[in-house]
């Protein structure tokens, strides 16, 4: 059984969803015990899962099979999110060959058309003439999902209870506070370690038996071994050793919402809770006052209408101006500029933005002036955007139906993924589909599931068919 380590806002719901999914809950959080009667477990997780720093989703950090079964789970479960992948294995080890340098850094290539930066004073073993230089190379932890990993050759052999660290001295976790478990850590390293390594004791190593501290010191002995053989018969760039696997993951509008549904089976929870969550501040402190009422016995209708009265003056309205959030499936984020809402109700949303500099509408073949307006409108809960771009005058340049997952208004922004395909309309009514080729790219980069992909194609032929019969979108 998979084993994970859960932590953050969305933890109630991801609980739920992994022991439905014969997943094992490790170390869990008080709260998360006493909501699914779970006992204390400190044993190492295959994954480790927490929030984002923006709330906007999940990041995971595990073994390859465990983080592909986390994936299949999130893609089989919920609606509209995204999984990004990270090609690169964190703490794996490569035998690499430096393609480029310059005063502070060598560029090693990794494979996969993966480049990583190492910085120069941890490679003074490698010749003046650094092209094509091989050398042994860790990917770091630090900037994890970045395009370009840090590299050191400062190399650790990674264990559930202890870390072995070449050329380094041997040490005994902080969190371990015991003074006499301590100093017996400290003597069976000294005792335990291979040659030219040390070994650092992990938290979990407090525990153990000496027997099984002994055999995991063997096993990463064994892959020490491993290593150098690999080494000498490997042609760079190529992974030698396995490390960990990192995933972020998106969660949109409607995967917010089944969120909810499975909070809500296990704890009072109140309708949008992870996108109040996700508002930090204020409007996610009155959503813990608010749930808390509804835990010591006050009707959830009343709890809801106070809750959304004390929240409402945080939130935008006709007039204000918000950012609009447009994130792409890769996880890059563009921000189209300020927007004037015009309305903003139960049923549709419509915002104003003012053109700033000068280009070409894609799709469209029509000039973008500087003062062009862009007017966006959608209903609450639908799978696409209707934006007009209109001249300073008024005429209408041309309008785009752009995919992408429901709109969510935030106190500063309006945020929604992109989902690539986007529907051109000319000024005379003539439409043009675009982008398929993207949408195909994302599936097979794993960033959406197979069933959103037919989702959105779905959607492109609904709304070919109104154009076609001139039905209002």
């Not at 109630?12 to 779970?38: C, D, W, Y």
């Not at 999110?81 to 990270?86: A, E, F």
């Not at 430096?98 to 480049?115: F, K, P």
Request: aromatic residues 6%; charged residues 30%.
């Amino acid at each position: 059984m998979m084993k994970a380590k859960v932590r953050g806002i969305y933890s109630t719901a991801l609980t739920k969803l992994l022991l439905e999914n014969g997943f094992e809950i490790v170390q869990p959080s008080q709260t998360i015990k006493n909501r699914f009667r779970l006992l204390e477990d400190s044993a190492q997780p295959d994954i480790k899962i927490k929030d984002r720093y923006d709330l906007q989703g999940l990041r995971a950090l595990g073994s390859s099979e465990t983080v592909n079964a986390f994936q299949h789970v999130l893609q089989s479960s919920l609606p509209d999110v995204l999984t990004r992948r990270w090609s690169v294995s964190a703490d794996g080890i490569y035998k690499g060959k430096v393609v480029d340098s310059d005063g502070q850094t060598l560029y090693v290539d990794i494979g996969g058309n993966v480049v990583g930066k190492l910085p120069r004073n941890e490679s003074i073993s490698v010749n003046k003439n650094t092209n094509n230089s091989q050398l042994l190379v860790q990917v770091e932890r630090k900037r994890i999902g970045a395009r370009q990993p840090i590299l050191t050759t400062n190399l650790k052999i990674v264990g559930k209870h202890a870390i072995l660290v070449q050329h380094g001295k041997g040490g005994v976790s902080l969190k371990i506070r015991e003074f006499d478990k301590r100093a017996e850590l400290y003597a069976l390293g000294k005792i335990l370690a291979p040659d030219g390594w040390g070994i650092i004791w992990r938290e979990a190593a407090a525990i153990q038996p000496k027997k099984i501290l002994e055999s995991e010191i063997e096993k990463l002995t064994r892959k020490i071994n491993e290593l150098n053989e690999k080494a000498l018969c490997t042609e760079a760039p190529a992974l030698l050793i396995e490390g960990s696997y990192f995933m972020d993951v998106e969660l949109p509008w409607f995967s917010k919402r089944r969120m909810d549904e499975l909070r809500a089976s296990a704890a009072p929870t109140l309708s949008g809770h992870h996108f109040y969550k996700c508002c930090s501040g204020r409007v996610s402190a009155a959503l813990e006052m608010a749930e808390k009422l509804i835990e010591k016995g006050k009707g959830i209708a009343e709890v809801e209408n106070l809750f959304k009265k004390q929240i409402s003056c945080d939130f935008p309205e006709a007039g204000s101006v918000v950012e609009v959030e447009h994130v792409k499936p890769s996880g890059l984020v563009f921000n189209l500029g300020q927007a004037t809402i015009e309305r903003l109700d139960e049923e549709r949303s419509e915002y104003v933005r003012t053109m700033r500099s000068e280009g070409t509408y894609d799709g469209l073949e029509a000039k973008k002036e500087a003062g062009d307006m862009a007017v966006s409108e959608t209903k609450i809960g639908e799978w696409y955007i209707v934006t007009k771009y209109l001249s300073n005058d008024g005429k209408c340049k041309g309008t785009y139906v752009n995919l992408n997952t429901p709109i969510e208004v935030y106190p500063q922004a309006i945020r929604y993924v992109d989902l690539e395909v986007d529907i051109c309309i000319q000024p005379n009514g003539e439409t043009r589909i675009l982008d398929m080729d993207k949408l195909e790219k994302a599936l097979k980069k794993g960033y959406i599931s197979k069933e959103l992909f037919e989702l959105v194609k779905q959607k492109v032929n609904e709304i070919a068919e109104m154009l076609e019969e001139n039905k209002p979108l």
